[in-house]
């Protein structure tokens, strides 16, 4: 079975190529636009190319069973009509909420007529990183929301619910929409804390409202920043609770948010 994984210089595409090798696929394609960076391992079958440029896709689309399909909106609809006539005979997508931001790669992929299977991931927990030049900066995180609550998804638990959803094959997964959190809910300032914890120095939790909080997302996320801001809001009015599908789907208990800071800490010093 060819396996083709689609962003896969990216942090969850990267990861599920060496997750389907640990569970000894032996036919695996990425597709990549910076092979050299993704320091994909020898055996590994490496096609350049980008799902935005999809002239660049038929060679990797070339004799392939499954494809894991990385988000990529602009083209998603026109990416999987491309699987579809290539013979691709099944597609495990990473999306995200229904109805939020990603809802058009589900679209896309069930609308091409490939058995599928939708991922869907909610925050990831490298969300922090917002705060990492602070962290490395002083003592204060300045931030907004502190009533959001969410479950946090690690990308490591992503990918491996790709790889091990590819490994169940379709007979078991298709058709299945699967929501990914992690194993717990949390507030901003409890997720400070546990990134404190793994720093072993204290944190100090400052919020910010109205303008203020809008300019300093607007600084740190681009055109993002108040989009993330209103879901925020959106999480401190309707909290998001924890699920126990990753745990479920793997047999192993989802990473927690304290044990992703302790593996990430170096990013904040």
Request: aromatic fraction near 6%; proline fraction near 6%; charged fraction near 20%.
């Amino acid at each position: 079975m060819r396996i083709l994984v689609t962003g896969a210089t990216g942090n969850v595409g990267r990861m599920v190529v060496d997750e389907l090798l640990t569970r000894d696929f032996d036919d695996v394609r990425a597709l990549t636009v910076d092979p050299e960076r993704a320091a994909l391992p020898a055996g590994v079958s490496v096609v350049r190319g980008f799902l935005g440029r999809t002239a660049t896709l038929p060679a990797a689309l070339d004799g392939v069973d499954v494809m894991y399909l990385a988000p990529h909106p602009a083209t998603a609809f026109e990416v999987c009509r491309m699987a579809a006539d290539a013979g691709v005979r099944w597609i495990v997508d990473m999306a995200g909420a229904k109805g939020d931001h990603w809802q058009v790669i589900e679209d896309a992929v069930e609308a091409c007529g490939v058995p599928w299977t939708h991922l869907e991931p909610g925050e990831f927990m490298a969300n922090a990183l917002i705060w990492a030049d602070q962290i490395r900066s002083g003592d204060e995180v300045r931030d907004a929301c502190p009533r959001a609550v969410n479950a946090p998804v690690a990308q490591e638990d992503i990918a491996a619910v790709a790889a091990e959803v590819i490994r169940g094959g379709p007979d078991r997964h298709a058709g299945h929409s699967y929501e990914l959190t992690g194993p717990e809910a949390l507030s901003r300032p409890e997720k400070v804390a546990a990134i404190a914890a793994a720093l072993g120095r204290p944190l100090t939790y400052v919020e910010l409202t109205g303008a203020e909080a809008t300019a300093q997302f607007t600084a740190m996320m681009g055109e993002y920043g108040p989009w993330y801001l209103d879901g925020l809001a959106q999480l401190a009015a309707a909290p998001q609770a924890a699920g126990s599908t990753v745990s479920d789907l793997l047999g192993r208990p989802a990473m927690t948010y304290a044990e992703w800071a302790r593996r990430h800490s170096g990013l904040f010093r």
